[in-house]
């Protein structure tokens, strides 16, 4: 998985909460709808979206809306396949392609 820096930075934010830990480990299991998933990480649908949508930007779920046999809308979520290896190379080769203010500093330093 090559991320430039600052979809790096946005899979770091994503993972550092207990609450997207849990959710990784429940959608292992396989796809689930936003219900049964608010249930086993024990969450209201509200915080729940709100922690998926934050997944989905740093592309670590994707969502698919379904129509069940009742004819009710059910929203699936699935892991994306990804798999980080974080080395010191990786990260410098990810703050080169960072685009942010805090970037230009850093590369500012460096230079010094």
Do not use: W
Request: glycine share 4%; net charge negative.
């Amino acid at each position: 998985m090559n991320l430039t820096g600052n979809e790096l930075l946005q899979v770091f934010e994503a993972l550092a909460n207990p609450h997207r830990m849990r959710i990784v480990s429940s959608l292992r299991e396989g796809r689930k709808y936003v219900s049964e998933l608010a249930r086993e990480v024990r969450m209201s649908r509200p915080l729940l979206y709100m922690h998926l949508h934050r997944m989905e930007i740093a592309g670590l779920v994707s969502a698919r809306l379904e129509l069940s046999d009742d004819g009710k809308a059910k929203k699936y979520y699935e892991l994306t396949e990804f798999e980080l290896l974080l080395t010191p190379d990786a990260i410098s080769d990810a703050v080169r392609t960072l685009t942010d203010k805090n970037a230009a500093e850093t590369s500012t330093l460096e230079e010094e």
